[in-house]
């Protein structure tokens, strides 16, 4: 039997993949192999351990976020872990982005819990 599981939407897969780029162009392919191990390993974290989360409940659209390094975890309880919907960095505006995002990430979560 396995853990708890992280799935990743669209938009957190394509922001995975930025980060990993934009790190091997700014510091090298070491260094941005280990960032994006450190990013997967908070993920898996927060799998098994949804709580450590907090709840944007007064937002545009209710999530979870998560500290990963210098990014934010956005992500939504599934009954098998979580679902990730987007990695973005500390700077960015994380709520102008999820009232964006918000349909589709509704969408593609409940898309996710119909199949459990």
């Known amino acids: 039997m396995t853990g708890p599981t992280y799935r ?8 995975l993949r930025d980060i990993h ?4 162009e700014q510091w090298g392919e070491t260094h941005a192999e280990q960032h994006l191990a450190d990013l997967y390993a908070v993920l898996a974290r927060i799998a098994e ?3 450590l989360g907090e ?3 007064h937002r545009s659209y209710p999530f979870l976020m998560a500290p990963a390094r210098r990014h934010f975890v956005v ?3 599934l009954p098998d872990g979580i679902v990730v919907l ?4 500390q700077g960015r505006d994380i709520e102008g982005i999820i009232a964006a995002e918000g349909p589709s990430f509704r969408r593609q979560i409940m898309a996710l819990r119909k199949k459990h």
Do not use: G, K, M, N
Request: proline share 4%; charged share 40%; net charge positive.
């Open 75 to 77: 992500y939504d309880r």
């Open 49 to 51: 351990r949804p709580e």
């Open 8 to 15: 990743l939407t669209r938009r957190a897969a394509r922001d």
């Open 21 to 24: 780029v934009h790190s091997r």
């Open 86 to 89: 987007t990695v973005l960095h």
């Open 55 to 57: 709840l944007r409940q």
